[in-house]
């Protein structure tokens, strides 16, 4: 049963989507909306711009905007649960998020209280969506839950970077729709703005800006993602999938691959298995009867389980984990002072 679920507030500016889907082998993709993963059952890779983090069942794992991604079941049949946030909504909201990111990834802070609060509230927001509860009570499921994932952000002028609520990305719609036509063949900088009518540096700076990545940085995951596919579905040569996918040979494909994925082409070939083959023919489309009532039933035992703890805690032990956990960060920024000054 497919379970993907869109809602949208015009008049809170609230838009967000959710979907429950088995993972299979890495599908690479990036977007300008937030990622926030629960991992429901199984055990999965997640990969972000060539880091790999490993979560297990229960996990949550948020995603930056216009980070490329992808994620590959460890245990097959894995079942994880994904949110997409636009970065408008916390600007509509007066928040800036060009100072610095989200830092949100359970599987390496396990104790921190916020954790199960926000476990709770994505399983009622699944509930919510399911039962079609009002309007007002989902917005304020939705403050509840991005009040939490604001308290991950973290600001650093090394993560500085412009959002624009949207407007100047409709610009970029002509070369991006041109990259991924095209990215099979040579392509440079000069040849995209001479075919989109703009100068080089602008081409240049709004690729930067509105996506938080270069050109050819576009390019090279357009070819990478066409070549995950490949190797995951064809049994050609890697020679011939990094010819087909743009690269200019063998050695700059692996170079690249390694860079974004952590492994070597033929590495990761070896990992897929005939089970998440089956898996990738319907990611992210649809459920079987039998794991949508599974996770259904986890889910409202979840909440069962759950709804006399969560919002009963001791408010101190929240406290005492803020103040333990700035006194980290201060420690871990004058240790890097330390070590700069050296």
């Known amino acids: 049963m497919e379970l993907l679920k869109t809602y949208k507030s015009d008049g809170a500016a609230i838009t967000f989507d959710e979907l429950i889907y088995k993972i299979g082998s890495y599908h690479y993709n990036w977007h300008y909306e937030l990622e926030l993963i629960w991992l429901l059952e199984g055990k999965i890779e997640v990969n972000v711009n060539g880091e790999v983090c490993t979560l297990e069942e229960g996990d949550l794992y948020l995603i930056n905007s216009n980070c490329g991604h992808a994620t590959f079941a460890v245990i097959p049949e894995s079942v994880a649960m994904r949110v997409h946030i636009s970065p408008d909504f916390f600007l509509s909201q007066g928040i800036d998020l060009s100072k610095g990111k989200f830092h949100l990834n359970s599987s390496a802070e396990k104790k921190n209280p916020i954790y199960d609060e926000l476990r709770y509230d994505l399983a009622q927001m699944q509930i919510f969506t399911l039962e079609g509860v009002s309007q007002f009570k989902m917005n304020a499921l939705f403050y509840r839950i991005t009040e ?48 989109c009518n703009y100068s080089t540096s602008y081409l240049s700076k709004m690729f930067k800006t509105e996506l938080g990545i270069n050109f050819y940085e576009y390019l090279t995951r357009c070819r990478l993602q066409q070549a995950l596919r490949s190797l995951a579905i064809t049994d050609k040569k890697i020679g011939e999938i990094s010819y087909e996918t743009g690269f200019n040979d063998i050695k700059a494909f692996n170079k690249m691959f390694k860079k974004h994925f952590g ?21 992210k489309n ?33 406290c005492n984990y803020k103040t333990y956990e ?17």
Do not use: M, W
Not at 184 to 192: G, S, V
């Open 148 to 195: 939490k994932i604001l308290d991950f952000f973290v600001l650093s002028q090394k993560e500085s970077r412009e959002f624009s609520l949207g407007q100047k990305r409709a610009f970029l719609d002509s070369a991006i729709e041109y990259i991924e036509n095209n990215f099979r063949n040579e392509l440079t900088l000069e040849q995209l703005a001479a075919q």
């Open 286 to 318: 649809q459920l079987d009867e039998a794991t949508f009532n599974s996770i259904l039933e986890k889910i409202h035992v979840f909440v069962e389980q759950e709804k006399n703890q969560v919002y009963d805690q001791n408010p101190c032990e929240i």
């Open 326 to 342: 700035k006194q980290y960060i201060n420690l871990v920024s004058n240790l890097k002072h330390i070590v700069s000054d050296a």
């Open 263 to 283: 492994t070597t082409p033929s590495d990761y070939r070896k990992q897929i298995s005939p089970d998440l083959l089956i898996t990738d023919q319907n990611f």
